[in-house]
């Protein structure tokens, strides 16, 4: 990854855990099996990437560009989504481990995050509206002062929502996750 522009490439198996990676830009790339854990990306653009199967673990992302870049299968523990550029943001997530990682701040309407674990994430103060949290596990995840609006929760579990300290118009939840909006009040629902 010497060259600063990277076109239509694909990384297989490449380590570049603990390096610095710093202003390139990587059109319609694929990243498989790489391992970029505690690495720091320093204004890099990913623009319509794939990273399958990665090792991103408290990788840091200041000043990086992701726009329509997914995320399948991939180990992503402790990533600070807030340090990207907001301007043309967009990612997906499928079958990735994003726990303890931070989207608070971030503007990311009808994100998709499926088969994922979302464990202590942060989206505090985050635009999520219509987002879709398909088969997700949000056992501690922090929503506070977060537009959830339209959101889709209906087969997530283990969430703890409080409707008064965020935007849940028109969310959708499944009767069995109603205890998650109602956890505060400590009522027992049977």
Known sequence: MND?????KT????????TALKGNE???CTFKKC?????????NEFIDCVFDGCNLSQMKLNKCRLSNVEFKNCKILGVSFMDCIDFLFSVGFDGCILDYSSFGLKKMMKTK???????????????????????CDLNGAIFQHTD?????FITAYNYDIDPALNSV???SFSVQGIHGLLSKYQLKIV
């Open 4 to 8: 600063l522009v990277q076109d239509d």
């Open 11 to 18: 990384f297989e198996d490449g380590n570049y855990a603990d």
């Open 26 to 28: 990587f059109n319609n």
């Open 35 to 43: 391992d970029f854990s505690n690495s720091y990306l320093i204004a």
């Open 113 to 135: 995050f499926s088969r994922c674990t979302l464990k202590k994430v942060s989206f505090a103060n985050a635009n999520i509206a219509g987002s879709v949290f398909s088969d």
């Open 148 to 152: 959830i609006s339209q959101a889709n």
């Open 169 to 171: 118009e028109k969310a």
